[in-house]
């Protein structure tokens, strides 16, 4: 039998899913911190900055929350989110903070 890409997909769990994702987002991931426990937690390291961007990703009862930082001013929650549309939100907020990582 053979398997659909949507099925494979769902067979690694979001945590590696998401780091996947981090990893093809970054060129240098020396400048992000990745981690992984009851919440999936990506901060920007940067010394000029004390209050960084970061993402948050919760588990909310059977959905997730996604809660982004954009190290100036903006903070942005996204509720709701049912697990095979956390990447899709992900990526909007991981082009948001590559783009702070190019002016850094």
Same mark, same amino acid.
């Given at each position: 039998?053979?398997?659909?890409?949507?099925?494979?997909?769902?067979?690694?769990?979001?945590?590696?899913?998401?780091?996947?994702?981090?990893?093809?987002?970054?060129?240098?991931?020396?400048?992000?911190?990745?981690? =992984?426990?009851?919440?999936? *937690?990506? %901060?920007?390291?940067?010394? +000029?900055?004390?209050?960084?961007? &970061?993402?948050?990703?919760?588990?909310?009862?059977?959905?997730?929350?996604?809660?982004?930082?954009?190290?100036?001013?903006?903070?942005?929650?996204?509720?709701?989110?049912?697990?095979?549309? =956390?990447?899709?939100?992900? *990526?909007? %907020?991981?082009?948001?903070? +590559?783009?702070?990582?190019?002016? &850094?």
């Amino acid at each position: 039998m053979k398997k659909s890409i949507y099925h494979a997909m769902y067979e690694f769990p979001l945590s590696k899913r998401i780091e996947n994702q981090v990893k093809s987002y970054f060129t240098n991931l020396e400048k992000i911190d990745l981690a =992984i426990d009851e919440n999936i *937690r990506i %901060f920007v390291i940067d010394e +000029n900055n004390v209050d960084p961007p &970061s993402i948050e990703i919760k588990q909310v009862k059977e959905n997730y929350e996604l809660h982004f930082w954009d190290g100036y001013s903006q903070s942005e929650v996204v509720e709701n989110l049912k697990e095979k549309e =956390i990447t899709k939100s992900l *990526r909007r %907020f991981l082009k948001k903070i +590559n783009k702070y990582l190019d002016v &850094s």
